[in-house]
């Protein structure tokens, strides 16, 4: 039965998808999110003091590996950075971005250059700006702690896969002063961003920079389609549970 349903909902969820999307364009404004989500409502403060102060943005892909598990939570991290270092790019100082696995690096170095070049700024380009800061979790951990007062950095955004080494981070921005936005698809580092950042992300806002932060259409709307999904799967559930137990 599962075999046979899991192919109807893709066909929902694609149908809903082109639905909200359809219904955002015709609006013909910036499409809403579901709710606020206070860390991204947080961000462009963030941002604006990077810009204004001449210091750096600092941008955390986390310590996973692209081609992994955690291969979905790299890519959200690099939605975050190409949406936001268009504005920290005119900076002084531009954004740098570390990351422990040279795929994600190599892909931010793309993501930065395409940023620049779309400013008319390639020159400004820097390869260095992208760079593996460790490779294990806990040295990776370790050289962000330097990261901060070497490249007089004014705040850090860490979006991806991170374990307990966040707590390194962490201390270093409040003994620097600087403000942490910091989310993880691990539930335990959750924790200790719940605790120890500015601004945590919790669950699968991990995945939401899109919508939030540049109001993608496509984003957006696949926020919307995945509530709806939500109560269909929970009705299914339930109607399941009726039948089997009125037919016994």
């Given at each position: 039965?599962?075999e ?22 015709r ?8 709710r606020?989500?206070?860390a ?15 210091k ?10 692209v ?7 790299a ?5 975050v ?21 040279g ?13 620049y ?6 020159n ?12 294990s ?6 050289a962000?702690?330097?990261?901060l007062?070497?490249?007089s950095?004014?705040?850090t955004v ?30 335990a ?5 719940y ?5 945590a ?12 932060i540049?109001?993608?259409?496509m ?13 269909l ?16």
């Open positions: 039965m599962a046979l349903l899991a192919p109807v909902f893709v066909v929902v969820f694609a149908i809903l998808m082109i639905v909200f999307v359809a219904l955002g364009w609006k013909g404004a910036r499409p809403t999110a579901v606020d989500i206070e991204f409502l947080s961000l462009p403060t963030t941002v604006g003091q990077a810009v204004e102060t001449g750096r943005l600092h941008i955390s892909l986390g310590s996973g590996a081609g992994e598990v955690n291969t979905a939570a890519f959200a991290g690099l939605t950075l190409e949406q936001i270092s268009a504005a920290a790019a005119v900076s002084d100082k531009p954004p740098i971005v570390t990351t422990a696995d795929t994600a690096m190599l892909l931010a170095q793309d993501t930065l250059r395409q940023v070049q779309q400013q008319n700024a390639l400004r380009y820097d390869t260095a700006s992208a760079r593996v800061a460790g490779l979790p806990m040295s990776f951990g370790a962000l702690t330097t990261t007062s070497d490249e950095v004014a705040g860490l979006i991806g896969s991170a374990t307990e080494e966040v707590v390194l981070l962490t201390e270093a921005a409040q003994r620097a002063h600087t403000t942490t936005l910091a989310a993880s698809d691990n539930p580092t959750q924790a200790l961003l605790v120890t950042a500015d601004s992300l919790v669950g699968e806002d991990l995945f939401a920079g899109g919508a939030y540049s109001r993608l259409p984003h957006v709307a696949s926020l919307h389609a995945q509530d709806v999904m939500r109560l799967v929970g009705a299914a559930i339930i109607l399941g549970v009726v039948a089997s137990t009125v037919t016994r």
